[in-house]
């Protein structure tokens, strides 16, 4: 799962769990490790 979340505007260095937004969800059925490594490219974006 990727997911996005906004800082608490009380504090801009504490994210806020209340905002999390999932960008991307992909079922993983079995129990082996499916990851990879998710990199930024030089534009900024993954």
Known sequence: MVAEY???ESNSGIAD???E????????PEANH???????GPDGYL
């Not at 937004?21 to 993983?28: G, I, P």
């Not at 499916?34 to 990199?39: G, H, K, P, R, V």
């Open 34 to 40: 499916n990851a990879c490594t998710l990199m930024f």
């Open 17 to 19: 769990p209340a905002s």
């Open 21 to 28: 937004m999932v960008l991307m969800y992909v079922a993983q």
């Open 6 to 8: 906004r800082v608490k």
